[in-house]
């Protein structure tokens, strides 16, 4: 092959080896296969205690295992579990070595389209299993580790300060202390890269220690030795002192992956500068990349990545681009196209990642940019040293000025300083910064035309005339109908613990990723896993959703109604009379639009479907049925089926069902009438697109993910 494909010979062995490292990163640290004979119902298992997560009414630790019922796990893989503690277990602290019996599962998680993908994190934390601790034979504590003891310094030094959270989050790279409300306000102003660990932190402090280490040295030197050293061995021994320096920040702060894009950019220059050699900006990034990937192909999975390096050479190409101007020789001006150049250029990312982007942080940023690198830094540093002398005071009232400042925009800019925007396919995220390379080369530029091509013949694919999501909650429902912009919910899914609402968690932001006007809430019956979220939702429309199907008050049965919301007929259609159940007091509803039908069905059973078959008869047909009760084999009676006549039956439900849904006689009836089912435990959130003829069906789960797949094998 290497013969043959001569002219590419390069290119060819660099995918064969690519293709090498990734198999190899694969097997090595990414898979535990001994697991399949070595976990039983209850596991003995050896660990340690990596991070205590939760302190709520349960406690949820991470471990990682050393041994799972004495099969020792080999010391190049990373295995870790996130177990829940009972209330009368106490004492269990961050690098704890425990002995203790527990029941795991391989980790699993819901799917939804715009919530945070845990299965994800899992994949790359190396967090293979969930469960629960049944008891705790032994605890042995250790000393901290050396980043724990930076960790619990740190916050001892910052703990009393108003900003806390920024200056220990700066300092550590954990974000656990930072305030949901505060995470979600920082990221609306645009400056989220300020709290996770990047290029810009890296750069600060090499740059710190670089003049540091010059002024260390020029003190000693002229003060008291009185020697003279060349100039270049000076620069190398900066040089080599700032790396290390940084580096030992990276680790002390979790090895980010734009920190170490950052770091061996510096060391690159570095070594560009005193060995007088020239490296343009295309290769440069070439080899941090490579060795990026080298080390750890999987950090593709990481936004931070992409944002890095786009945010890095978008960085460099404008210096580049303005360095010529006279106009641009100003530090504010170039400053200021700098940040306009990163809102262009990661915005397709931010929408992506984040459905949305920020309207006010370009002005933000050219504030906070220059805070950060000449007073927030320097700051954090003068605070750790005056500690250490045991004066721990608010050093030119810094702190209390930084937070007058954060108060001001979080006041003032909050509500405004966010534009959510629909979703981009990673298609048109591709397209675009193909056609922005292929503009910057001269050569090339006239083929960006193709990528331009496609990316707005892309924009003017058809949209659906309506849509249907079934959410993927667990064990619960919760459906959303969207047209043109407004949406139907039908049931908020569970609430756990009394403060994990799944419709805050999963419904809500589907709604806000995708700027819906929620108009109409229907709430099935009152069982929790239907009606879980009634506290948020008032919370978030003060039940003006619940005016039309239920007078404003979610206890009540839902009325019969037929209304029209743009292009689809929604119709309740049970209950009519009063039955002895919940279950069957269920609100049935029908929408109808153009290239379908979906009927919902909440948790009704065999008498409510009876009795719904002698009132309706052929008129209760619909392409897609919600199947009733989850699978149970209380429902979905042949009747019923006859009656509907679906082409798909979609099933809400936990993976890990204690009921063992769906039953085995349920799932084959609906193979006997050849109906399709699909079932949002294997598929994740389950979209349902409408045009004016057809339909079409995706699954989020199978949608990407193949690190999940990858998994599921093992």
Not at 546 to 551: A, E, N, P, S, V
Request: charged residues 20%.
């Amino acid at each position: 092959m290497c013969c043959y494909f001569k002219p590419i010979l390069n290119l060819l062995l660099g995918f064969i080896f690519a293709i090498f490292v990734v198999v190899s990163h694969s097997e090595l640290f990414y898979s535990y296969k001994a697991y399949k004979t070595s976990v039983s119902d209850v596991s003995d298992i050896n660990a340690t205690v990596t991070k205590v997560i939760s302190t709520n009414n349960n406690t949820l630790v991470e471990l990682k295992l050393l041994s799972v019922n004495n099969h020792k796990i080999p010391f190049y893989k990373t295995v870790k579990a996130q177990l829940a503690i009972n209330n009368e277990i106490e004492g269990v602290n961050s690098d704890d070595y425990v002995t203790i019996k527990a029941k795991l599962k391989s980790f699993r998680s819901r799917k939804n389209t715009h919530t945070f993908d845990s299965e994800l994190y899992a994949f790359k934390e190396h967090i293979y299993f969930k469960g629960k601790i049944t008891e705790i034979i032994s605890i042995v504590s250790r000393e901290n580790s050396l980043r724990q003891s930076y960790q619990n310094k740190i916050w001892q030094v910052f703990k009393d300060k108003k900003l806390n959270w920024l200056f220990y989050g700066l300092s550590t790279g954990d974000k656990s202390r930072t305030p949901k409300e505060v995470k979600d306000h920082v990221i609306k102003i645009g400056v989220g890269h300020v709290l996770a660990i990047s290029g810009l932190h890296v750069g600060i402090i090499t740059f710190l220690c670089l003049y540091i280490a010059k002024g260390v040295v020029w003190v000693v030197l002229s003060s008291f030795l009185k020697l003279n050293f060349q100039k270049n061995n000076l620069n190398c021994f900066y040089c080599i002192v700032s790396l290390i320096t940084a580096l030992l920040y990276i680790y002390l702060c979790g090895f980010p992956v734009s920190a170490i894009r950052a770091w061996l950019m510096v060391a690159i220059l570095v070594f560009v500068y005193l060995t007088k050699r020239h490296v343009t900006l295309p290769k440069m990034l070439s080899y941090t990349l490579a060795l990026i990937l080298f080390f750890d192909p999987f950090s593709l999975l990481d936004p931070g990545l992409y944002l890095s390096f786009i945010g890095f050479a978008t960085v460099i190409l404008t210096l580049q681009k303005t360095r010529k101007r006279k106009l641009y020789s100003n530090a504010l001006i170039r400053l200021f196209i700098i940040q306009l150049a990163l809102l262009i250029t990661l915005a397709p990312l931010s929408i992506f990642y984040f459905d949305g982007v920020s309207i006010v942080g370009l002005l933000v940023n050219l504030l906070v940019l220059p805070l950060l690198s000449s007073i927030i830094f320097p700051y954090i540093v003068v605070c750790f040293f005056l500690d250490c002398i045991k004066l721990n005071i608010d050093f030119m009232f810094i702190d209390h000025m930084l937070a007058v400042g954060f108060d001001f925009t979080a006041h003032y800019f909050n509500e405004y300083a966010w534009l959510n925007w629909s979703k981009l396919s990673y298609k048109t995220v591709i397209l675009f910064y193909l056609s922005m390379t292929l503009l910057l080369n001269q050569s090339l530029r006239f083929i960006s035309l193709v990528p331009i091509f496609a990316l707005i013949s892309n924009s003017f694919n058809v949209k659906p005339a309506w849509q249907v999501d079934v959410l993927d909650v667990g064990h619960g429902t919760s459906v959303l109908v969207t047209s043109e912009g407004q949406a139907l919910l039908y049931d908020l899914g569970a609430k756990y613990f009394n403060f994990y609402s799944l419709f805050e968690r999963v419904a809500l932001p589907e709604i806000q990723a995708r700027g819906l006007t929620l108009r109409h809430t229907i709430i099935s019956h009152d069982d929790k896993d239907h009606s879980g979220g009634i506290d948020e939702l008032r919370a978030f429309d003060s039940f003006n959703s619940l005016k039309i199907f239920h007078d404003g008050n979610p206890l009540n049965h839902c009325k019969s109604q037929k209304i029209k919301m743009n292009q689809v007929i929604i119709q309740s259609i049970w209950p009519i009379v009063p039955m002895g159940s919940d279950n069957n007091n269920s609100c049935v509803v029908k929408i109808t639009g153009p290239g379908g039908s979906i009927l919902l069905t909440g948790d009704i059973e065999y008498e409510a479907e009876q009795l719904l078959v002698q009132r309706y008869q052929e008129s209760l047909k619909a392409n897609i049925l919600l199947v009733p009760h989850h699978g149970s084999k209380t429902s979905s009676s042949e009747e019923f089926l006859t009656s509907v006549n679906p082409d798909i039956g979609v099933i809400s439900r936990n993976y890990f069902s204690p009921w063992a849904l769906p039953h085995r006689e349920i799932t084959d009836r609906y193979a006997s009438k050849k109906i399709k089912l699909l079932d949002t435990a294997l598929s994740g959130q389950i979209t349902i697109r409408f045009f004016d003829d057809s339909y079409k069906i995706e699954g989020a789960r199978e949608q990407t993910n193949f690190w999940v797949n990858h998994r599921e094998r093992l």
